[in-house]
């Protein structure tokens, strides 16, 4: 079975470099200048399928994987038995260190050989080093980004979720509370705050909860842990409030960037 693997520092703490990873934008840009296409949704989140193609590489890509850890897809449709990308982050003194690796079994045979030789090595060369410079591009431009916190507020097993109200198209999807921080705020004050006017509660911000994850070219989403003190969750601006347990947060309609933190916090409940 054939491998490559490429590694590249880059100057960005751990975190901002899984939000770059996260942004499914980032993997389309990469293989666009090599003649690929992409598409699925804007972050990347576990069980998400990306359609596309790159080289003679056509099918589905099903992420596997996407964390503060890194990420990893395999292709689920098209012509190879198998094409495995793993993308590993480990922290170091100089940076995060990014570990790309490509892993494909060709079709059998003297001329599915001779495809691996002259395409298949070529091509994955050229994929892993166009998604390094994309990685550590995008991580430069987030170390930049505004940032919105959201609040994922714990009581006796269950995590409070709240259903969007509008606009149209977020009506009936599911988030967690939270805004953006303003000018002077911490976080922490942020988390506060927005728990005070959206759901009219105290709470106290505690450890962050999953990767950052990327909304917009500059926007950056980061959940925190918060516990209550006083006050019980009511829907001020969303169509309702809900206490979930761990069985059922994947069965909920939830917003892109959300979907993305249930591993963490399915963590956070266990």
């Known amino acids: 079975m054939p491998e490559l693997r490429a590694t590249t520092l ?25 003649g690929g296409r992409i598409s699925g949704g804007p972050v990347l989140h576990a ?27 395999e292709l689920v449709g098209g012509p190879l038995p198998r094409f495995v990308l793993l993308t590993d982050l480990l922290h170091t003194g100089g ?14 045979g003297p001329l599915g050989r001779l495809a691996d030789v002259i395409v298949g090595r070529g091509l994955a060369l050229r994929v892993l080093e166009a998604r390094a410079e994309a990685v550590a591009v995008r991580s430069r431009e987030l170390l930049a980004a505004r940032v919105v916190v959201g609040a994922a507020i714990v009581r006796d097993g269950l995590l409070l979720a709240q259903q969007r109200s509008y606009p ?25 705050r927005e728990c005070l006017e ?6 106290v911000a505690g450890d962050q909860v999953g990767p950052d994850v990327p909304l917009r070219q500059d926007l950056l989403l980061r959940i925190y842990r918060a516990d209550l003190v006083t006050g019980e969750p009511a829907a001020h601006d969303h169509r309702e409030v809900r206490w979930v347990s761990a069985a059922e ?20 409940l266990a």
């Open 198 to 203: 959206e759901l009219g509660v105290t709470v």
């Open 168 to 192: 149209a198209e977020a009506a009936g999807k599911w988030e967690l509370p939270g805004g953006r921080v303003e000018a002077g705020e911490s976080d922490a004050d942020a988390v506060v």
């Open 47 to 73: 069980g998400l399928e990306l359609a596309g193609s790159v080289g003679p590489v056509d099918g589905t890509l099903l992420v596997t994987r996407a964390d503060l850890t890194g990420v990893s897809a």
């Open 95 to 108: 940076g995060t260190m990014v570990v790309d690796s490509v892993e494909w079994t060709s079709p059998g």
């Open 249 to 268: 947060l994947d069965g909920l309609d939830w917003l892109p960037a959300d979907r993305v933190l249930l591993p963490a916090l399915h963590d956070l």
């Open 10 to 34: 880059v100057d960005a703490p751990l975190r901002t470099v899984a939000a770059a990873l996260l942004d499914a934008r980032l993997l389309a840009r990469s293989i666009r200048g090599l």
